[in-house]
């Protein structure tokens, strides 16, 4: 139930995301965020928000462990949107985050993995991969890097 604790605080979020999914793109675009973590329900689940200031849009991500299965679930809705996408559920093994979900790109459906590594006490990464094979093929779409502030 503690394995997102080193995420609650306050942290700047250098944000790598290709430009175009499923295409052999290798253009990236760059772009800062900040996000706020804090625990919910007694620390069952946390909450963050997080802004993209040169984006004009925030996103919240909902994590809540379920103390039967050990797993966690993680939801995002973003304000471009306006909706809640299907989580992704998964856990930690050896400081390495792994979960996994369905959604669709571009009408598409598609695997999802998220990976959380490189987990330090003033720093961690976010991994977003996709795979339009049911998992045969992966594709890396974006990469968030962590870094804690004091704010």
């Known amino acids: 139930m503690n394995d997102f604790d080193f ?12 430009t175009k999914l499923f295409a052999g793109s290798t253009t990236w675009e760059e772009f800062p965020g900040h996000a706020v973590i804090r625990p919910v329900l007694a620390g ?41 996408l299907p989580p992704v559920t998964g856990s930690f093994t050896d400081g390495r985050g792994d979960f996994y979900g369905d959604d669709t790109h571009e009408g598409r ?3 999802v993995h998220f990976i959380w590594s490189d987990i330090t006490e003033n720093s961690a990464r976010w ?6 094979d049911g998992g045969q093929t992966w594709e890396t779409n974006w990469t968030m890097d962590l870094t804690r502030t004091g704010a």
């Open 127 to 132: 991994t977003q991969r996709f795979s339009a």
């Open 109 to 111: 459906p598609v695997r």
């Open 7 to 18: 995420l609650f605080g306050s942290w700047d979020v250098a944000n790598r995301r290709l």
């Open 44 to 84: 069952q689940g946390n909450i963050d928000e997080i802004h993209f200031p040169t984006k004009d849009f925030r996103g919240v991500t909902l994590r809540l462990h379920n103390p039967e299965t050990g797993q966690w679930s993680l939801s995002w809705a973003d304000s471009t949107t306006g909706g809640l």
